[in-house]
């Protein structure tokens, strides 16, 4: 369930029916999103622990809770990477520029994690509960989890490959302004960068640097001007 959360809020900006709602509004449905996979996963990790404690099976011994717990907790710092510097106003764009392809690469590469903690966790379960018969005699349950396991890797190609054609991009905001690199990175740079895909609206600060920028030409214009007279 996690890993289907975590599909959503990475296609979520891909969606073609969302193109036409804001990108304020996209962001908000993006982070509610993954906010709703936070929860579920630390609600996972915690009745796996108590169900181990009381069965008296160890913790963390297997490469499948190693993997999960590492998936868990670069989760959790994206999580708060994307609200205090996306989400939230406060960040300048130069840093959102900066931190883009590091928020991108890492949301694939948790997506991807995360989709091999499942197989890693089914096959385990299936070792350990089928014994008689036992798994390796492919029993009906065998077969449906391995099922289960071959539809999971689909479903994480599928979020992968409209993850990474163009056709699914968000259009461009038509009122969007590019600013130079000389005044700072291009408007939606974060979103042309990665998987939170398409331009960012208007904000203010993007508008107070539209605002520099026309100052500077008004003056680089005076100053022409002065030296033809």
């Known amino acids: ?12 900006y891909r969606l073609p029916w969302t193109w036409k709602c804001s990108k304020l509004l996209m962001k908000s449905i993006h982070a509610g999103l993954n906010t709703v996979a936070a929860i579920l996963a630390i609600i996972s990790l ?20 190693w993997v999960g717990l590492a998936a868990v907790i670069l989760y959790m710092l994206q999580l708060l990477l994307g609200f205090f510097v996306f989400l939230l106003p406060w960040a300048p764009l130069s840093l959102r520029a900066l931190l883009m392809p590091i928020h991108v690469y890492s949301g694939l590469l948790i997506f991807g994690t995360v989709i091999a903690t499942v197989l890693m966790g089914v096959t385990e379960k299936l070792i350990f509960a089928l014994q008689s018969p036992a798994y390796s005699t492919l029993p009906p349950e065998g077969v449906f ?17 409209i993850v990474t054609r163009p056709q699914w991009k968000r259009p461009k905001e038509p009122n969007s302004v590019l600013l130079h690199p000389n005044g700072g990175a291009p408007e939606g740079a974060e979103g042309t960068m990665a998987v939170n895909f ?3 609206d208007k904000s203010d600060s993007e508008l107070n ?18 030296s033809t007279m």
């Open 209 to 226: 640097s539209e605002a520099a920028a026309r100052k500077r030409n008004f003056a680089l214009d005076e100053a022409g001007q002065r």
């Open 145 to 161: 989890t391995n099922t289960f396991g071959l539809l999971v890797l689909v479903f994480g190609a599928l979020i992968f490959w």
């Open 46 to 65: 915690v009745a796996v622990f108590d169900f181990h404690n009381a069965r008296k099976i160890p913790n963390m011994y297997s490469l499948h809770s």
């Open 198 to 200: 398409g331009n960012m």
């Open 1 to 12: 369930h996690r890993g289907a959360e975590g599909g959503k809020t990475i296609i979520v």
